[in-house]
Every structure is written in C-alpha cells, then in structure tokens.
C-alpha cells in the first residue's frame, strides 16, 4: 500500500518505509526526527517546475503533466525503479512531501502515477509505456471502392 504525508508530521509505525521524494531537505528538520528510510530527489520536480507551480497553484492539471514528462526523462528511471522495488517488497510505503499542500504536491501526483502503474514502465520512465501504445500500427478501414464483393 503506498500513502503520502507531510514529512513534518510525526512518523508512526503505520508509514512502513517512508521515502522522501522532495528535492531539497526539509528545513529545520533533522534526520532522526525524520525518520525517513530512503531518499530519492531524482523523483522531485525541477527546481524550476517547482517555481512555476508556486506562482501558478490553480494550475494543477498542467503541474502534474509537466512532472510526469520529467518523471520519464532517462536521469528519473533508476529511482522510479527503485520505488517500484520498494513498494513491491513492503507492505506499507509512505511517499513524503514538505509542502503546505497536502493535496496538490509532488508526492500525491507520484502516488496517483504509482497506483495507475501495473508493472515499472522500462527505458524512459512512465512516458515510455505510452509511447509504445502509441507506436503500434492500427489497421486502417478500408474504403468501399476497393472492397471484394
């Protein structure tokens, strides 16, 4: 089961592993009281992704579009995988965020990725798995004028 909260909150035993997936540690924040198991900033937004949806915060749909390009640039596809990884061996893992926001931020749009996920897409990230729907040639209907009687 994979969850998300605000790295801030108190950690309990119910988060199993939790994984911080900003790019930036949290301020004032310090490991022990973290008690975060795993760091994967390559899974955060660009720092200028990140800029842009702090100005434009009504802007959600095109947030999260932007953010899974970047999830499926090639420098995102080793800690993709290893969340997959993560997630496939624990019970329990617990994406955090330090943004105000707990219900429009990075880790809720990776979770919404993560549970729309069957399998880790391979090569580019969750784009590439698109991509290969879309290569497949599709038969095209065949006019009337050049059908068999």
Do not use: C
Not at 46 to 56: C, K, V
Not at 78 to 91: M, N, S
Not at 97 to 106: G, H, K, L, T
């Amino acid at each position: 089961m994979l969850s998300v909260k605000r790295v801030y909150e108190t950690p309990s035993r119910s988060d199993g592993e939790r994984v911080l997936v900003d790019r930036l540690w949290p301020r004032g924040l310090s490991k022990e009281a973290a008690a975060i198991k795993l760091w994967l900033h390559d899974l955060a937004p660009s720092n200028a992704l990140r800029g842009w949806f702090h100005n434009h915060p009504g802007y959600w749909a095109q947030f999260r579009k932007r953010y899974f390009k970047e999830l499926a640039l090639p420098k995102a596809a080793p800690a993709l995988e290893q969340l997959y990884t993560l997630k496939a061996k624990k019970r329990r893992v617990t994406l955090l965020f330090a943004s105000r926001n707990i219900e429009q931020n990075n880790a809720v749009a990776l979770k919404e990725l993560m549970d729309g996920a069957k399998k880790p897409p391979t090569g580019t990230g969750p784009a590439g798995a698109v991509s290969v729907k879309k290569r497949v040639a599709v038969p095209k209907a065949v006019p009337k004028s050049s059908r068999k009687s």
